[in-house]
């Protein structure tokens, strides 16, 4: 069976401080991989997909950055952390065939101070 | 373009009351739905789908029905217990979207015993 890991599972960064978020598919090959963020009682928001090795497309210009280095590892990144960056992010991955239905890992909370 | 509409919250009910949460969408062609919820600080699980036109969606007591005339995909549920109190997102994809899910802005439901 398939499972997706994110880590850390929550952090607290200082204003300024780089990024990096983890997140790793098992199980399957090939995967379309997503980054959301979800904002504080909010609804998520598609940051980067990517449907393969090196291949990044970015849905919402930001402070953010995204990387796919491994064929079922996603990372996303930051230089100089904003307050505005803190909120709940969560990776996603589907197959990219059939009913498009996405499965989420557990998520990591950011909190920028 | 495509987009997904529901019902703002939240939403409380006592338990064993009925539950329906209005979901309506945009899009061009034939969509999947999908209902998918989120529990307190944990990331989304997939709840129930359907993929073409009066196809019932079912799981866990939940149901919902894809009507095409309507334009419709509710939510509903017979009889809500404490355990379902979470954050409910409607949610659409189509074919040749590299499987990018579009979100609702979702739905708090709290149930109260």
């Known amino acids: 069976s398939q499972t997706i890991h994110q880590w850390p599972a929550t952090l607290v960064q200082p204003v300024g401080s780089p990024l990096s978020l983890e997140c790793t598919v098992e199980g399957t090959s090939n995967p379309n991989l997503y980054w959301y963020r979800q904002a504080a009682g909010r609804g998520l928001q598609l940051l980067f997909y990517s449907v393969g090795i090196g291949q990044i497309s970015s849905e919402v210009p930001q402070n953010l950055s995204a990387s796919r280095p491994q064929d079922r590892q996603f990372i996303l990144s930051s230089k100089k952390l904003l307050l505005s960056d803190s909120g709940f992010y969560l990776c996603a991955w589907s197959d990219g065939t059939g009913l498009y239905e996405q499965y989420f890992g557990p998520g990591t909370r950011l909190t920028v101070t | 373009g495509n987009s997904v509409t529901q019902m703002e919250g939240p939403v409380t009910l006592s338990e064993e009351a009925f539950l329906t949460i209005n979901c309506t969408y945009t899009?061009?062609?034939?969509?999947?739905l999908f209902w998918y919820v989120q529990y307190p600080g944990e990331g989304l699980q997939l709840l129930l789908k359907?993929?073409?036109?009066?196809d019932k969606g079912s799981n866990k007591g939940f149901e919902a029905t894809y009507r095409k005339e309507t334009t419709s995909f509710h939510l509903e549920k017979g009889s809500v217990q404490v355990s379902d109190s979470a954050v409910y997102f409607c949610a659409l994809s189509w074919a040749g979207n590299t499987g990018k899910l579009i979100f609702g802005q979702g739905t708090t439901l709290q149930v109260k015993p």
């Open positions: 899009a061009t062609g034939y969509p999947s």
């Open positions: 359907a993929t073409k036109a009066d």
